[in-house]
């Protein structure tokens, strides 16, 4: 509880500091007299809540998110494990694969425009292509890292690729291919947010643009803190999963304070003197 406590009182010191400055009209270096104040964004976004628009948009970008996200882990986790696996994947598929990752997802907006016919299918594929990769590349490193003497321990007993796959390939790697879902559920979000900027029509990236053509400053900031809040939401659930399908790992125990736990000293008690005890004997004077 001590710890919650902890993490709301941060919360509500920062917004208390963001009223402070706004209401205040700070401008030292920075000018928060440009920024809107604290209620007026709360004001702001109770008339959204309040309305249909709001929530249309939230429903277009989490369907649109969800959609190219699950995607990515499919075909990123399968595309992960053949090219660590194979070696014909990875001299086929490999050099292809890090030529197009490094291009940021966002700037294959025009392709995207190109390539689908309607812009829906666009910035799904927009999202897609953000999550992709991190999936790929935690997935092939997590495949990699693993340690021959369990699969060799399979083929010992006789399991076949299939029993491989199942039993130690997967299972494995899923720290490492969460590792890599948390990072493109994260990237996800601001490839879909701006992809909606520039060529959707409903959405929160969307709203948030056109509250910026119009000089909407408050509902610029209400966008802002929705795109956070559901990343925030859908990096910890995808969090909780991987926690939950990896329960088996060994979790580092949290200790208030910073400090380690004490060892247990444990006083063995003295051999019985007598004939029957072992004299040990120095190397040196051993013939």
């Known amino acids: 509880m ?3 406590a902890l993490r709301a009182a941060s919360v509500a010191v920062a917004l208390g500091l963001w009223q402070l400055l706004t209401s205040r009209d700070v401008d030292v270096w920075l000018r928060f007299s440009q920024f809107p104040t604290v209620t007026d ?9 309040s309305g249909p628009d709001y929530w249309t948009d939230l429903a277009d970008s989490l369907t649109r998110i969800l959609t190219g996200f699950l995607l990515a882990a499919v075909l990123g986790v399968a595309g992960g494990v053949l090219v660590a696996r194979s070696r014909l994947a990875e001299d086929v598929l490999g050099p292809l694969l890090e030529v197009v990752r490094p291009i940021p997802a966002i700037a294959l907006v025009p392709v995207a425009i190109l390539l689908f016919p309607s812009n ?3 910035i799904v594929f927009i999202t897609f292509t953000a999550a992709f990769f991190p ?3 935690s997935t092939r490193h997590a495949v990699r890292a693993l340690t021959p003497v369990w699969e060799e321990a399979v083929r010992t007993m006789g399991g076949g690729r299939r029993r491989i796959l199942g039993s130690v390939v997967l299972p494995g790697a899923l720290p490492g ?5 948390s990072v493109g559920i994260g990237v996800s979000w601001i490839c879909v947010i701006s992809a909606e900027m520039i060529s959707g029509q409903y959405g929160v990236g969307y709203r948030t643009w056109q509250d910026y053509t119009v000089v909407d400053y408050p509902g610029v900031f209400v966008g802002m803190v929705t795109i956070g809040v559901l990343g925030w939401l859908t990096s910890t659930a995808v969090e909780l999963l991987g926690r939950r399908l990896t329960r088996w790992l060994p979790r580092t ?3 208030p304070g910073g400090r380690a ?6 006083t063995a008690a003295p051999a019985p003197a007598g004939p029957a005890t072992e004299r040990r004997v120095p190397r040196d004077h051993l013939v």
């Open 2 to 4: 001590t710890r919650y």
């Open 41 to 49: 964004v709360a004001r702001t976004f109770a008339g959204r809540v």
């Open 120 to 122: 829906e299918q666009g």
């Open 135 to 137: 999936v790929l590349v």
């Open 177 to 181: 291919v969460f590792g890599g879902l």
């Open 253 to 255: 125990s949290y200790v």
């Open 261 to 266: 736990p004490r060892p247990v000293r444990t």
